[in-house]
């Protein structure tokens, strides 16, 4: 394959872009995304050597092969794995793992959970089409229940996971939800997500044209948009609808939604969000799933926190252990403290 | 005190077994331990079960340790044994019927109470219905004697009674002539903070000692001369010690940084135990979630440049297989060390096996070959994992090592190699790559694929679980390019053999009537039977196989100058298969799975069958 010299210039989005043909289908939300991450790669002036995308199975799967960058395309299941063990082993490298809803919540949700815990210093990039698409089309663990799909002929009994709550639980440092129809929404997340120091979650709501299409209209249409989404920003109130004219208030750690036309309710008495709430998070987490229908998907930096990363800590402690026990000639630990003669 | 007789006796073979929580795995070790200080020649073979405390007092709970010492030919800790120390009922009924007629029973009376009996499933007391008459019986009431030299100490009665070990080594060393000198430094600095304790310790030790010189029981003491072996530095090691030191030096060998992902496994673990204590040499150990993300992360880290290492045992193994599996489509270097234990599933945790070698050369979805090795002594396993990341990073392939856990767990003496004796290691790693145009699957003369790892402006690259082509490793699914990728695959491991030594006759004769073919632990107890064959007028010979795949070339010219081939193995007939496969020899095996070593007795009589019949 080629590879482009790219010191000493000023990158663009196509200096990311490999030889290699793109193969989602026509109308796939995937696009949208890989060109994204290539503008924002470019716009942050990161070093393609530098830079490592890793991914599992599935039809986001293949982004890495469309990436001028270092990368790696895995096993079903398992990017989240494979990037830990990359980072612990090369911590300075800028990893970016690309995972979906069957590949990072299912077959490979047990890695989500350790890897959020340790914070490595990741950006997982969760692509939620809430349905298996490669394998033409079987209920997802996102799917919502009753789903007509392949294999639920007559509606899908499994409920579903809430990908954000399951991230907050698992101690994650940075949840984010951003959606393949807003460019420069994605495009900001993305650049947050990098910027934190820490395992970035952000979940991309995409559309998968083909087994699951419109999954998100009410979140992306112009028509619903507006009335069933929140974008979060930090220190702001809560508010949404057309003319912003809905806010969320708490009664006590119940979110209630009020309409800031007709009823007496203030802005200042709204619910603000703050990043570093945990608690709120949670509740935000929530917002139009099971229970919460009523509310609006949030989209945005839920919540953010600073941790120490995993590899960070690795690296200290070596040192530590170097400082207060030197480095002895190696052998010195061949032979061991008890050695004798023959 | 009396003079007592000195008996000289060349070989000794003795059993420590006591309750779980009687710490017998750890008399065994200092006994090791101090055999070797004495230069003699010391094997060791340590059982316990899984449980960490099964019932006190029962035979499930049982925990032995045997060892053989003495000269120069000692290579199995020994079919039977001479001296039989039992802590309890439990113990003495497990281990009666490997113990010599004649032999000796060290027996401690407070473990023999009616509690004890009814426990151990005794209706009468062995020690008083003369059920015991083919035996000496020395009757030592050591609970009682320890606490009593300990009336001074300070420690509550329960911690008084744990001493009860020490004095029973301390007896033990007495009996043979003994200086405690290790097992001294031993207590003192694993206690030296807590005084207390590692006073009422030596006392035990001591205690136990003395007792011998002052006892009128026992009228004489063994005099076991020391070996004849190869003048040297000596250490001791263990082969999961040896596995973590072996991976280490190859690692300061190939100039790379060493990274150990890993999930802990019964009998896999202390490799990561080592590993993780030798962060001042650079090295990182990464304990996963599970076996399968310890394997992805060894392939994420085997990219990122480093000498990447997973370990496991044989359930683990299973796991592991689909990420090896893309460790052997991706061509990256690592090694995966598989410490076998019995199975199928959870089934032996703590005992011995090698029943992992078809799984280890084949079981793997798709044509997937790997070159898999085995150790065949505790000191071996150091050697071994060097070559295991030399074969690794020199042909960039995934390899499989396996040991077992009478390797893991058995200590020898090991005249060790400095550092500089080792050869050094060359990968394939770029680092310096100049021309405009790069392919990860452009290949040296051996086959290996270039190793470009991220950092390098001209080297990027993509890598993937998909077939490619051959030349730009780009994604295809052309039919030619399967069979080519797939053709290569394979030639590139059994190029290996090129790099491997050529089989010898380990020891016995060089052509004759029958060559016993191991492989792995069994090496000691097939070394012994075959030199005491040769020794008796018979025609065998010993070959010991350490390199699984590919096999060492020459290996039919050696099968040629036998009239007849058995393969001993612990499983059902497993290398047997392979030979029988690639060589179509009719090679005779032997076969046994009870979690235990194979005794010399059985071996020998089927050698001796195989030569009488036609």
């Given at each position: 394959m080629e590879t482009t010299s790219v010191q000493n210039k000023k990158l663009t989005a196509k200096d990311f872009s490999s030889d290699q043909e793109v193969k989602w289908c026509p109308g796939c939300g995937d696009y949208a995304v890989l060109a994204q991450i290539q503008k924002v790669l470019a716009e942050l002036n990161k070093s393609p050597e530098n830079t490592v995308f890793v991914s599992g199975i599935g039809c986001s799967s293949r982004f890495t092969y469309y990436m001028n960058t270092y990368g790696m395309h895995g096993i079903h299941g398992r990017p989240l794995a494979i990037a830990s063990g990359l980072k612990v082993a090369r911590p300075e490298l800028d990893i970016w793992v690309i995972t979906g809803d069957g590949d990072c919540l299912s077959i490979g949700g047990n890695h989500l959970i350790h890897e959020l815990r340790r914070n490595l210093n990741l950006n997982i990039i969760m692509f939620n089409n809430r349905i298996y698409a490669l394998t033409k089309g079987q209920y997802s663990p996102t799917s919502e229940q009753q789903k007509i799909t392949a294999t639920s002929p007559y509606g899908s009994i499994d409920y579903p996971i809430n990908p954000l709550a399951l991230a907050l639980g698992s101690e994650a440092t940075f949840v984010s939800r951003t959606s393949d129809r807003d460019l420069q929404h994605m495009n900001d997340t993305f650049k947050k997500a990098s910027a934190h120091k820490g395992s970035s979650f952000v979940e991309v709501y995409q559309?998968?044209?083909?087994?699951?299409?419109?999954?998100f209209a009410a979140y992306t249409e112009k028509e619903q948009k507006l009335e069933h989404t929140i974008y979060t920003e930090q220190g702001k109130p809560l508010v949404f609808g057309k003319e912003k004219e809905f806010g969320i208030i708490l009664d006590g750690t119940t979110p209630k939604i009020v309409n800031l036309k007709t009823d007496s309710v203030s802005e200042s008495n709204l619910w603000i969000h703050d990043v570093a709430d945990k608690q709120k998070a949670f509740l935000l987490s929530q917002f139009s799933m099971p229970g919460y229908e009523q509310f609006p998907a949030a989209f945005g930096v839920i919540y953010k926190a600073e941790r120490p990363c995993y590899e960070d800590m690795l690296v200290q402690k070596i040192d530590t252990v170097k400082k207060k026990r030197g480095t002895p000639s190696i052998n010195k630990v061949l032979s061991g403290s008890n050695i004798w003669e023959i | 005190m009396k003079t007592k007789t000195l008996v000289k006796k060349e070989n000794v073979v003795i059993k420590f077994a006591g309750d779980s929580g009687d710490g017998m795995q750890l008399v065994g070790y200092q006994f090791t331990y101090n055999a070797a200080y004495a230069k003699n020649k010391a094997i060791n073979f340590p059982e316990f079960p899984s449980e960490i405390r099964a019932p006190k007092g029962t035979v499930a709970g049982v925990s032995s340790f045997q060892i053989q010492f003495g000269n120069e030919d000692v290579l199995t800790a020994g079919d039977e044994y001479d001296v039989l120390v039992a802590m309890n009922a439990a113990a003495l009924k497990t281990s009666l019927k490997s113990l010599k007629k004649g032999g000796i029973i060290i027996a401690n009376e407070n473990g023999f109470d009616a509690k004890n009996l009814k426990l151990a499933k005794y209706d009468t007391n062995p020690l008083e219905n003369n059920s015991l008459e083919a035996y000496q019986v020395f009757l030592l009431p050591i609970e009682t004697l320890t606490i009593e030299a300990l009336k001074d100490s300070t420690l509550t009665k329960p911690d008084k009674e744990r001493c009860k070990n020490m004095f029973a080594l301390g007896f033990v060393y007495w009996l043979f002539n003994r200086k405690p000198d290790n097992t001294v430094e031993f207590i003192e600095s694993k206690f030296a903070k807590k005084p207390d304790v590692r006073d009422a310790n030596l006392k035990a030790l001591y205690s136990g000692y003395n007792y011998g010189d002052i006892t009128e029981a026992i009228s004489f003491q063994y005099d076991v001369p020391e070996a004849k072996l190869e003048k040297g530095t000596y250490r001791g090691i263990m082969g999961n010690h040896a596995i973590a030191l072996g991976l280490l030096t190859a690692s300061q060998k190939a100039d790379l940084s060493l990274v150990y992902y890993s999930y802990p496994i019964t009998p896999a673990t202390d490799i990561l135990k080592h590993l993780s204590g030798y962060l001042n040499f650079g090295v990182k150990t990464f304990q996963a979630e599970d076996e399968i993300a310890a394997m992805c992360a060894a392939v994420g880290g085997a990219y990122g440049g480093i000498l990447s290492v997973t370990g496991t045992s044989g359930p683990g193994l299973a796991l592991k297989t689909e990420a090896l599996n893309l460790a052997i489509m991706l061509e990256l270097p690592l090694v995966v060390v598989n410490v076998q234990r019995g199975g199928p599933s959870t089934g032996l945790p703590t005992k011995m096996e090698q029943s992992d070698l078809l799984f280890s050369l084949y079981g793997r979805p798709g044509d997937s070959p790997i070159p898999v090795l085995a150790a065949s002594t505790p000191s071996d396993c150091f050697y071994m994992a060097f070559e295991a990341s030399r074969i690794a990073l020199e042909y960039m392939t995934p390899v499989i090592l396996l040991s077992d856990s009478f390797l893991a767990n058995g200590a020898e003496g090991w005249k060790f190699p400095p550092i500089e004796q080792m050869p050094p290691i060359k990968s394939t790693l770029i680092k310096e790559y100049k021309e405009s145009t790069f392919s990860p699957y452009k290949r040296n003369e051996k086959l290996a694929r270039n190793w470009a790892v991220p950092g390098n402006p001209n080297t990027i690259h993509r890598i993937g679980s998909l077939e490619k082509n051959p030349e730009t490793g780009n994604v295809s699914y052309f039919p030619e390019d399967h069979q080519k990728m797939t053709d290569i695959r394979k030639q590139k491991i059994e190029n290996i053999a090129d790099s491997i030594p050529a089989q010898k006759i380990d020891n016995g004769v060089e052509k004759g009537d029958v060559l016993v073919v191991g492989w792995g632990s069994t090496y000691g107890v097939i070394k012994t039977v075959v030199d005491n064959m040769v020794k008796s007028g018979y025609n065998v010979g010993h070959t010991h196989i350490k390199y699984m795949n590919p096999l060492p070339q020459n290996l039919e010219d050696l099968f040629k100058r036998f009239k007849k081939i058995l393969v001993p193995e612990l499983n059902t007939g497993q290398l047997i298969k392979v030979l029988r496969e690639k060589y179509l020899i009719p090679a005779v095996g032997y076969n046994k799975v009870q979690g235990i070593p194979m005794t010399q007795t059985e071996l020998t009589n089927k050698i001796l069958e195989l030569i009488n019949t036609k």
């Open positions: 559309n998968c044209k083909i087994f699951n299409d419109d999954a | -």
